[in-house]
Nanobody, 123 residues
């Protein structure tokens, strides 16, 4: 396993969760890593990404100002702090490595995917 997402769970609307994406080694520390999510019956949706250099971040409009992505290279881990969660945030969340080619919001341009972690937001 090269990427592994964890930290999902059940939370009430308005609550917070922190997801972790653990990588298999320092190879990923210089790579752009993205978070995606997939709700039942829907396609995989871009959530956020962080660049390998300079830690430049980018967010989908639906999560901007609520989610925060960060990385700790010493721990080979990328985090997704999710605040003020909404019911519509319910999905399986995945982390993946960008190929460095193509639009970084398109899941087709990611070539290494970890197993997802379920996030369920209740009312």
């Amino acid at each position: 396993v090269q990427l592994q997402a964890s930290g999902g769970g059940l939370v009430q609307a308005g609550g917070s969760l922190r997801l972790s994406c653990t990588t298999s080694g320092r190879t990923f520390n210089s790579k752009t890593i993205g978070w995606f999510r997939q709700a039942p019956g829907r396609g995989r949706e871009f959530v956020s990404r962080i660049s390998g250099r300079w830690d430049i971040t980018y967010y989908a409009d639906s999560v901007k100002d609520r989610f925060n992505i960060s990385r700790d290279n010493a721990k080979n881990t990328i985090y997704l702090q999710m605040n003020r969660l909404k019911i519509e945030d319910t999905a399986i969340y995945f982390c993946a490595k960008w190929t460095a080619s193509g639009t970084p919001t398109d899941p087709l341009n990611y070539d290494v995917w970890g197993r997802g972690t379920q996030v369920t937001v209740s009312s």
